[in-house]
């Protein structure tokens, strides 16, 4: 969260943290997290995004993709 600072979270900063959670950047890839941030960025009109959400979400099970989108509420909740 630290790459955000106090500036609003931009779709584009959203899908640079989903590409980064995807390639394990900061250790283990972590999918869910990636399909959470890739979603937001979509909802906030990235469309690379959408389509990367779509491309992982068939390596998740129902209820990873569960858990993506209760975090990815729960953030939009908290920001």
């Known amino acids: 969260m630290a790459i955000m ?3 609003p979270a931009t779709a584009d900063i959203l899908f640079q943290m989903g590409l980064d959670s995807a390639c394990g950047r900061s250790g ?4 869910v ?3 959470k941030w890739f979603n937001l960025a979509a ?3 990235n469309q690379e ?8 979400s ?3 099970s129902a209820a990873d993709i ?6 990815a509420r729960e953030w939009l909740q908290l920001h």
């Open 43 to 45: 909802m906030k009109g």
């Open 66 to 71: 569960a858990e993506a989108q209760r975090t």
């Open 49 to 56: 995004a959408a389509r990367y959400r779509k491309e992982i």
């Open 33 to 35: 997290a990636a399909h």
């Open 5 to 7: 600072g106090e500036a």
């Open 28 to 31: 283990r890839a972590d999918l």
């Open 58 to 60: 068939v390596e998740m």
